[in-house]
Structure formats: C-alpha cells, structure tokens
C-alpha cells in the first residue's frame, strides 16, 4: 500500500470518531423533537377522551369526580352554552359555528403548566362547548427516555471526540517522530560520506599545498602572484574540508577549565580576519569566568557564530556583539548579535539544514555544525531575531560548570 494511502487510513477512524459524535445527537434531537408531537397528541387523546365521557353523560356533571377517576391528570371541565353572554362565548363562534372542531391552547396557572382545550359536546340534551383543562406533565413521560438518550449520547460523543482527538494528536506526534528519524538516518548517511570524502580529499590537497608554496617561494615575483589566488583557494578547500570532517564526524569532547576572557579575544582576533576591511564594531559583554568545557569545541561553534554575524552585516558595516550571561541560578548564556537585515522566512525554516545557504560563496555547514557541537557539549542553540533588528545567535548550557575570575572590561574593537 502506498505510503500516503496508509497515512490517510491512519487517520480516517479518528475522524469517522469526530463525526460519529454528531450523528447520535441529531438522532436523539429528532427522537426528542418527534416525541414531542406524541406528547402533544397524547394530551390531545385525553381531552377528547374527557369531552366523550361528557357526552354519555345524562346531564351536566357538577363536579369532577366522574371524571377525574378516569382521567387523573383533568383540572378543571366548564361548559358554555351559546346563548350566554361573555367574551368567552363570543371568542368560540368559530366552534358553535362548526368552522373549527378542536382548539388548543397552553398556559400557565398557579406556576404549572396547563393544556387547555375547546371541544363541542353535547351534555344531556344541550350543545355545549367544553374547555378541558389538563396537567400538561401527564405527558411527560414519554420525553424521559429521549432527555435520557440525549444525555446519553451527549456524553458519549464527547467520550468519542476526546478519543479521537487524542488518537489525530498521537498519528501527528509519530508522524512527526518518523519524519525526524528519516532525517536523521538521511543527515547520518550525509554525514558520514562527507567524512569519507573529506578524508580523501586532505592528503592529496595538502600535496597540492606544498608544492604549490614551494613553488610561490621559488619563483620570481610575477610569478609567485600568480600563485597566491591558487594558495587562496586552496586554503578554502581546506576549510571546507575542515567543516566536512567536523560536522561528519564531530569529536568527543574533552573537558578542562577555560576562561571565557582569553577565550573571547582569540573569537574577536577571527572576526578581525572575517571583517576583510568592513566597518565592523565589536562589541564583548560580561565576562570574568571560567567555563569547564572543550576549548576547541566551544571556540570553533562560537567562530561560526560569529563569522555568520560578520558575514550578515550590509555592506556599510555594523555591529556584532559577544555576550556571556552566568546568573547564579540558572543557565549560562553565550549570545552573538548582530544589528543586520535579520533572516527570510525561507532561511529560518531551513537555518540547521547542512549545505544550505543564502550566501553567494560558503558551505552552508556553518549553524548545522555549531548546533552539533553546542549539543557535544551538553547545550542547545537558538536563533532568534534581534531587537530592533537583526539577528541573535543563543548558545544554552543548563549544567557547564563555572566560577567567577576577576572580570575584564568589556572592548569594543572598530575596525574602517
């Protein structure tokens, strides 16, 4: 079966389960509403069964008795004769005139509910109309088992509608679940062939090295500049070479104190170089700790970090910040911040996917490796937008181990 077929069969009982709900409430409203013309119709049933006791009668009844034992739910029986005066007389024309045999009507007296009716009889020898008052809830039980139903079903479809809902949210979490382990296996096979290449390509591109600088040392001078854009791009190579082996195949981290000041300078020295003449403003904030962690690890995700940042600013220059945060409880922050353009949409659903990038030159391993390594070494790695604009780089540490040092004096580096 086709993977989507499966998928949409997965999902198809939850939602016959969403709707099974609504087709038992309707069905017990339409049972209710029906049984609410048999009510109306079994009251109907007693009063003409009062006005044909009436008619066997011998005379006009002057009490209830009679009548009540038959129909226990009878309140109250008045005749009017048609030459007596009175607007319910004149309001019964239409009955003595044989235009309307049954009339209906109901009203409340004394709090209760009552079905009254209007019926032409004939108590002894006299035409009469009889109005015929009735406890309207003599009728009533024939709703309980319908309010019982839609009690019933109520409960019941919403029994359904939190089961199936529960069952959408549980297909959607493992189809999310698979989704990511699909990435997971593809980023691990990605990985690992990056690797091997990268592996490959080292030795004979350090051979090219040499030889090529060897060459630049030994020529003459127009001809060593004509080398050095080969020893440019070789240099390239290397880095990509370099980000291939790290993200394939990233190292296990070995841990030992670093301070965070020293650490800081050899990241601010990289944006120096990443600046290539850009008016750029760096910016350090906090520091006087030391951190317990890999050097090497922590400085190559943060240089990405930061090379990322430079690399964002317009071509009029900007700011790029490196900030440290260690309150005495809670998670050490590490932030690089810069005051650009800030991210697409396009490039902030896809910031961690390796070799993409929306830069004209670069690998696009950059943030895929530094959220590795943040993740070697026990963090995790946020990008969040920069306020008023920009972007902010976190890196989050819940369990690094520090201690204060005699703080440094943020710098400022300007380079124009």
């Not at 209830?64 to 009878?74: H, I, K, T, V």
């Not at 607007?87 to 409340?108: C, D, I, K, N, V």
């Not at 079903?153 to 529960?166: F, Q």
């Not at 990443?274 to 951190?291: E, N, Q, T, Y």
């Amino acid at each position: 079966m086709p993977r989507r077929l499966r998928a949409f069969s997965r999902q198809l009982w939850p939602l016959l389960a969403l709707a099974l709900p609504l087709v038992l409430v309707a069905s017990a409203l339409a049972t209710l509403s029906r049984l609410d013309e048999l009510r109306e119709l079994d009251l109907r049933s007693r009063a003409a069964a009062v006005a044909a006791r009436l008619e066997r009668l011998p005379a006009p009844p002057e009490g209830l008795d009679s009548l009540s034992e038959e129909e226990p739910a009878l309140i109250e029986v008045r005749l009017f004769r048609r030459d007596e005066a009175g607007e319910e007389t004149a309001r019964l024309a239409p009955l003595w005139e044989g235009r309307e045999l049954f009339r209906t009507e109901r009203l409340r007296l004394g709090g209760a509910e009552v079905f009254r009716a209007y019926i032409p009889v004939h108590a002894g020898a006299e035409a009469c109309v009889a109005r015929i008052d009735l406890a309207a809830g003599a009728a009533d039980w024939l709703l309980e088992p319908a309010r019982r139903n839609v009690m019933v079903a109520a409960l019941s479809g919403l029994a359904l509608v939190l089961l199936a809902l529960y069952a959408l949210f549980s297909l959607r979490r493992t189809a999310r679940l698979e989704r990511r382990q699909l990435e997971l296996e593809h980023l691990a096979r990605l990985g690992q062939m990056s690797a091997a290449l990268a592996h490959e390509i080292r030795n004979p591109l350090g051979t090219i090295k040499g030889f090529a600088q060897l060459a630049a040392e030994k020529a003459a001078p127009e001809t060593a500049a004509l080398l050095e854009p080969v020893l440019d791009e070789i240099r390239r190579l290397e880095r990509l070479v370099s980000d291939l082996l790290m993200y394939g195949r990233p190292p296990q981290p070995s841990l030992r104190w670093v301070e965070w000041d020293r650490l800081a300078e050899e990241v601010e020295r990289a944006a120096r170089q990443a600046a290539s003449g850009r008016p750029v403003r760096f910016l350090r904030v906090g520091g006087g700790l030391r951190l317990k962690t890999d050097a090497d690890l922590l400085k190559a995700a943060l240089l990405n970090l930061v090379r990322n940042a430079v690399e964002a600013l317009e071509e009029s220059g900007g700011e790029v910040r490196l900030e440290i945060a260690a309150p005495p409880r809670g998670a050490l922050l590490m932030a690089v911040e810069d005051d650009g353009p800030g991210l697409s949409e396009e490039a902030r659903a896809r910031l961690f996917e390796p070799f993409y990038t929306s830069k004209a030159s670069g690998t696009g391993l950059g943030l895929a490796i530094s959220k590795r390594l943040a993740e070697a070494l026990g963090g995790e790695l946020r990008i969040l937008p920069a306020k008023p604009r920009g972007t902010r780089a976190e890196l989050v540490f819940r369990e690094m181990e520090r201690e204060a040092v005699a703080a440094q004096e943020s710098s400022v580096w300007k380079r124009s």
